[in-house]
């Protein structure tokens, strides 16, 4: 069983920085794709930014240039550093890793809330 533990979710200010973490039970190279979703309650949960194998990264357009997604193999953890915040932000934030096209799992989430 994989456990994924996500940490550095919080309050800011719109226009602030956070940086979230996703700590893994097991080697991150054994996931074909990690990387983070987020949802808004009434809404269907979204994808921020991935890792998927061969090294591509996948980000929702709506992120580019303010989120980056990173990784530190040593450590089995995926960070995603938000900055410029925008209140439309506000979500709570889940890690995912899968194997192959079946296999999901994913952590129990953090809530980001950005005010205006």
């Known amino acids: 069983q994989v456990q994924l533990v996500e940490s550095g979710g919080g309050l800011v200010q719109a226009g602030g920085s956070l940086r979230l973490s996703c700590a893994a039970s097991?080697?991150?190279?054994?996931?074909?794709?990690m990387g983070w979703y987020r949802q808004v309650p009434g809404k269907q949960r979204e994808l921020v930014a991935a890792f998927r194998s061969g090294g591509s990264i996948n980000y929702r357009d709506s992120m580019k240039g303010r989120f980056t997604i990173s990784r530190d193999n040593a450590k089995n953890t995926v960070y995603l550093q938000m900055n410029s915040l925008k209140p439309e932000d506000t979500a709570v934030y889940y890690c995912?890793?899968?194997?192959?096209?079946?296999?999901?799992?994913w952590g129990q989430g953090t809530q980001v809330t950005v005010s205006s």
């Open positions: 995912k890793a899968e194997v192959g096209v079946v296999l999901a799992y």
């Open positions: 097991r080697s991150i190279f054994s996931f074909d794709a």
